[in-house]
């Protein structure tokens, strides 16, 4: 079983940036992809970004395209996402997720474990 802790969230202003970083329990991290969902007041639950197990695929939301970066480091047991030029509506609870696949999944379904979530909130 794999334990996910998400932190980095927190208040910021519309332009600025923001990085979250999941910190996964177990010796398999490797053996996971990742992915980052977020969640807003009355919304379900969206996908922003993927990593695949290998890091050779990486998929992101399109809201979030150009803007947001997905890493990882296995020897760390860490992914992480970069958001840049954050927007009001970018404004979510984020999630760390992590599925057994080899591929970066977009879907929801696919995700096995999930963290608490960090809450990330940008202001005008």
């Known amino acids: 079983q794999v334990q996910l802790v998400e932190s980095g969230g927190g208040l910021v202003q519309a332009g600025g940036s923001l990085r979250l970083s999941c910190v996964a329990s177990?010796?398999?991290?490797?053996?996971?992809?990742m992915g980052w969902f977020r969640q807003a007041p009355g919304k379900e639950r969206e996908f922003v970004a993927a990593?695949?197990?290998?890091?050779?695929?990486?998929y992101y939301g399109d809201s979030v395209k150009g803007r947001f970066t997905i890493s990882r480091d296995n020897a760390k047991n860490t992914v992480t996402l970069q958001m840049n030029s954050l927007k009001l509506e970018d404004t979510a609870v984020y999630y760390c997720?992590?599925?057994?696949?080899?591929?970066?999944?977009?879907?929801?379904?696919?995700?096995?474990?999930w963290g608490q979530g960090t809450q990330v909130t940008v202001s005008s």
């Open positions: 997720a992590a599925s057994g696949s080899s591929w970066a999944i977009t879907s929801i379904a696919r995700y096995d474990y």
């Open positions: 177990g010796p398999t991290f490797s053996s996971y992809a």
């Open positions: 990593i695949s197990r290998s890091f050779v695929d990486r």
